[in-house]
């Protein structure tokens, strides 16, 4: 199993532009989480989808969209790339939600500059 | 929304004593569990602490759920320069299992 895959590992975006961060998980798992990490802040949750079809916002939504259309891949779209956007961006997965709070497994990150 | 403490921000250690990290909450945690992230690395679990009271050990490592379930801690026993990284706890909020996080403490280790 590669477990949780990301890519790119590194991009630097201009201000304005827009991409797509991937995410995969070849462990069927349910629940896939997107996460930033900036300097002091921890990591704070952006979106996480609970299954296929499914998802939420988290704690720090804005400027980001999510969709879920397989159990396999969980993409992150950045809509008009800001400066304010450069961070470190972790994919992470776990088997369920809900309580029974199952392990989560973190992709390898993405490193992301905007100028 | 809830929030999770954890203290201290940043922690020097010399190779060989002892180090530990807090993690409270004003509100009771539901659980908590514990990562490692090495330098340049993602985070990796460690261990989920679910009882009130419960100790927990990994070789080295000790980690303690209060007894109110208001807080916790991981204690590394005589630190090695392996040990370098940053310690997160984080809880679960609730039925959609998402995770909130302290904001870590980075530990370094001087040979």
């Known amino acids: 199993n590669a477990g949780v895959t990301q890519t790119p590992k590194f991009q630097v975006l201009k201000t304005g532009q827009s991409m797509t961060l991937q995410c995969a998980q070849d462990m069927n798992h349910e629940y896939m989480s997107w996460y930033r990490q900036d300097p002091g802040m921890g990591l704070r949750l952006i979106h996480y989808?609970?299954?296929?079809?499914?998802?939420d916002q988290g704690e720090v939504p804005n400027g980001y969209n999510v969709s879920r259309s397989t159990t396999e891949d969980f993409p992150l779209r950045l809509l008009s790339a800001a400066p304010s956007q450069t961070s470190v961006y972790f994919c992470?997965?776990?088997?369920?939600?809900?309580?029974?709070?199952?392990?989560?497994?973190f992709g390898p990150g993405t490193r992301l500059t905007v100028l | 929304g809830q929030q999770v403490m954890q203290i201290p921000q940043y922690q020097h250690v010399q190779e060989g004593e002892d180090f530990t990290t807090y993690c409270n909450s004003s509100?009771?945690?539901?659980?908590i569990q514990w990562y490692k992230q090495r330098p340049g690395g993602h985070p990796v679990f460690l261990i989920q602490?679910?009882?009130?009271?419960e100790v927990k050990k990994q070789k080295r490592l000790t980690f303690q759920f209060g007894e109110a379930k208001k807080n916790s801690s991981l204690h590394i026993t005589a630190t090695q320069t392996t040990d370098v990284g940053t310690y997160f706890c984080?809880?679960?909020?609730?039925?959609?299992?998402?995770?909130?996080f302290g904001k870590g403490t980075k530990l370094s280790v001087k040979p």
């Open positions: 992470a997965s776990s088997r369920a939600s809900g309580s029974s709070a199952d392990t989560q497994y």
């Open positions: 989808s609970v299954g296929a079809g499914i998802t």
């Open positions: 984080a809880d679960h909020t609730g039925s959609q299992g998402n995770l909130i």
């Open positions: 509100t009771t945690l539901s659980n």
């Open positions: 602490l679910v009882k009130s009271g």
